[in-house]
C-alpha cells in the first residue's frame, strides 16, 4: 500500500537559513509526488510536482525538490527561508492503479524567526 | 478565474443530525476528490469523482457517509446521524481530467459535531 512518512513534525529556522523538509514514500512503482502548503486559514496550495523525467524539479515561491529513487524520498529545499514561509508543509503520493487520490504525510510544521 | 468554492465554511451540529456539505469545482474540471483533515493529521482521502460516477470511494469510513455529484460539476457530502468523531476540515478538490493533473483545492468545511 502507498504510504507517506514526514519525520519532523516540527522545524524552526532563523530567516535567511537554509530548509530542506524530508519526506519518504512507500509506492511499487515510480509515483507521481506533490508537495503542497497550508497557512493558517488557508486551502492547500501546490508548490510543485514530480512525474518523471528531471529529477529535480522547482517550484513556487523558490523551492525545489528532488527525487530520489534508490531512497524513496523527494526531499523539499529553500536556500533563503522568508518569515512569510511558516506554514505547513505536506508530501503527497499519487497514481495509484485505478485512482488518482492522493495519500498525504502528516505534515511538517515549519516556524521562521527573525 | 474562480477557485474551488466550499460552503459552508463552518458548520456546528449536534451528535445524530444530517448534514450536508458542498463543493463548487473550478469550471471544466471533471475530477473532483473530497478528503477529511483531522487536527494536526494530513488530509486523508474519502471518495473521488470522473464525471458524474464515483470512481473510487474506498476511503469513505463507514454506510453514513455519501456523496453525489448529479450533473458532473458541483457535489454535496452528506453525512448522516453526525457522531463527535466526525469533527475536521472536510475538503473538496478539483482536477482537469485525472492520470496527475494538479489537485486544486478548496478553503474546506469546518464541521463541529457536539
Known amino acids: 500500500a502507498q504510504s507517506v512518512t514526514q519525520p519532523d513534525i516540527h522545524i524552526t529556522v532563523s530567516e535567511g537559513a537554509s530548509l530542506e523538509l524530508r519526506c519518504n514514500y512507500s509506492?511499487?512503482?515510480?509515483?507521481?509526488l506533490f508537495w503542497y502548503v497550508q497557512s493558517p486559514g488557508q486551502g492547500l496550495q501546490l508548490l510543485l510536482k514530480?512525474?518523471?523525467?528531471?529529477?529535480l524539479v522547482q517550484g513556487i515561491k523558490g523551492f525545489e525538490a528532488e527525487f530520489k529513487r534508490s531512497q524513496s524520498s523527494f526531499n523539499l529545499r529553500k536556500p533563503s527561508v522568508h518569515w512569510s514561509d511558516a506554514a505547513e508543509y505536506f508530501c503527497a503520493v499519487g497514481k495509484s492503479h485505478n485512482t488518482d487520490k492522493l495519500i498525504f504525510g502528516t505534515g511538517t510544521r515549519l516556524q521562521v524567526f527573525p | 478565474g474562480a477557485g474551488v468554492s466550499q460552503t459552508p465554511s463552518n458548520k456546528v451540529t449536534e451528535k445524530g443530525k444530517y448534514v450536508e456539505l458542498r463543493c463548487d469545482p473550478i469550471?471544466?474540471?471533471?475530477?473532483l476528490y473530497w478528503y477529511r483533515q483531522s487536527l494536526g493529521q494530513g488530509p486523508e482521502f474519502l471518495i473521488y469523482f470522473q464525471g458524474t460516477g464515483a470512481a473510487d470511494d474506498s476511503g469513505l469510513p463507514n454506510d453514513r457517509f455519501f456523496a453525489v455529484r448529479p450533473e458532473g460539476s458541483v457535489s454535496t457530502l452528506k453525512i448522516q446521524r453526525t457522531e463527535r468523531g466526525d469533527s475536521a476540515v472536510y475538503l473538496c478538490a478539483s482536477s482537469l481530467t485525472q492520470a496527475g493533473d494538479t489537485q486544486y483545492f478548496g478553503p474546506g468545511t469546518r464541521l463541529t459535531v457536539l
Open positions: 469550471s471544466g474540471h471533471t475530477a
Open positions: 509506492y511499487g512503482a515510480t509515483p507521481y
Open positions: 514530480y512525474f518523471s523525467g528531471d529529477t
